[in-house]
């Protein structure tokens, strides 16, 4: 148990130190209607979650960069 403990840890972290907390709980809401991820285990829609939130993240700082 404690690998699950440690990995929702560092998600939790990552995602408090970004403040993208609002991101966060909004993918997990919309993924909880989407039939491809009803069925996966919780760490598995975090870390999914997780990917998507903080690629987006990326993508937008790469493109305020790319206008300045």
Known sequence: ???Y???WYEIH???????LNKE???QLKKMR????HKH????DR???AHN?????????LSNKKALN
Do not use: C, P
Not at 40 to 43: A, P
Not at 52 to 60: A, P, Q, S, T, Y
């Open 1 to 3: 148990m404690g690998h």
């Open 5 to 7: 403990e440690d990995l």
């Open 13 to 19: 972290t990552d995602i408090e130190d970004r403040g």
């Open 24 to 26: 966060f709980e909004a």
């Open 33 to 36: 209607s989407q039939d491809k």
């Open 40 to 43: 996966k285990e919780v760490r």
């Open 46 to 48: 975090w870390s999914y």
């Open 52 to 60: 998507k939130v903080i690629n987006l993240f990326n993508n937008e």
